[in-house]
């Protein structure tokens, strides 16, 4: 059976649809995501109902890490337990010529686990150089050493990056066929995270320089 | 008894760190962070299991409101179950003089509560330009009429604005006194959200203005 117009004009619409969202499953979008922003929120139970928790994320290699203070409520009610992490960037807003079909640009990632805390003192110190240097690249060895009771008073957990998904938004509004005709302004008004000139603690020690790393934070 | 130098100095330290960072309960503080940010994490169970959705949000007066397709399966276990709403806004990376006080300056609210949803069409419908009015105003009366099929495929969910705080913290680094007289540079690296030029749909009908409230967007 043929297909008329209109089903042909459908069915390009609904590949548009595709063309712009979707879905991925391969770990590079994954890590892309991941990779691109430290912000994250991670769902878990708390007295039997779910709570989220906003944080920074770190990734190295197949497991993605978080950590806070080891006296958390947050953080001991996660540990051993299920959680979920999503990770958003709003790259923008979409403005079609029907409200139905407004919609924001944006990558997201979810991940689903269990809590598992990084208990020797060396490993879980190692794990929060990473994560500054991340961050800052190269700040860890200008800061004062890490003291051992800052390491036992820091509550680091991590989970396997095996379950979960990317899903992504790009490009302009996809509208119903006839609504093309109207004379309504449709299109995108992309939004960014930006980072901004260092601005120095005046508790600081006269004449310090600014560190190379404060220009190499990247976010988004 | 009296205080030794070192321990005012602990005292001014501990009540700096307490300026920088607050828990706020009352609403003029919860409400500015979500009238801010309509980005917001949701969790929710679902197959016993915790999970958070990344949507947009909306306050009107007591409640918070969200939406999505009626065939989600995130918005359909959400319905009549405890939710956790958090809003996060990063202001900055906080760098200190040790890896441990490091921060991040940010804006959040929580919100905890049970999802009802909106049932009655008209009410929805006025709920969605509600929303639409709020990111763009004054978009909704220049689009093309929302269809009645529309609003079925539609699911508003919204919650009481009774259980929730606020978090914030701002300002410079709080260091352990001693740290201070070291040479290491500590500040603030501010990140913020920014609205770029709108970029027009390239099948836009010809000669077609910008409209007034694309330059009415804020965000952050």
Request: glycine residues 6%; contains cysteine; proline residues 7%.
């Amino acid at each position: 059976m043929r297909q008329t117009l209109t089903e042909t004009l459908k069915t390009d619409r609904s590949r548009l649809r595709r063309a712009h969202e979707k879905g991925a499953y391969d770990r590079d979008s994954l890590d892309a995501v991941l990779d691109a922003m430290p912000m994250c929120h991670i769902g878990y139970q708390i007295d039997g109902k779910p709570s989220v928790l906003p944080t920074l994320q770190w990734r190295e290699g197949d497991h993605i890490y978080w950590h806070g203070s080891s006296a958390s409520r947050a953080l001991r009610a996660m540990e051993g337990a299920d959680v979920c992490m999503t990770i958003t960037l709003l790259d923008g807003y979409v403005l079609a010529r029907s409200a139905f079909h407004h919609s924001v640009n944006h990558r997201s990632a979810m991940i689903f686990g269990r809590a598992e805390k990084v208990t020797d003192t060396d490993v879980k110190k190692a794990h929060l150089k990473t994560m500054v240097d991340m961050i800052f690249p190269g700040r860890w060895d200008s800061l004062r050493p890490m003291q051992d009771q800052e390491v036992k008073a820091t509550t680091v957990l991590r989970m396997p990056i095996t379950e979960g998904a990317a899903k992504l938004r790009s490009g302009p509004p996809v509208d119903d066929e006839d609504d093309y005709a109207l004379p309504i302004w449709a299109g995108v008004v992309p939004v960014s995270l930006q980072v901004h000139a260092p601005e120095p603690d005046p508790a600081n020690q006269p004449g310090l320089a600014m560190p190379d790393h404060l220009s190499r934070i990247r976010i988004g």
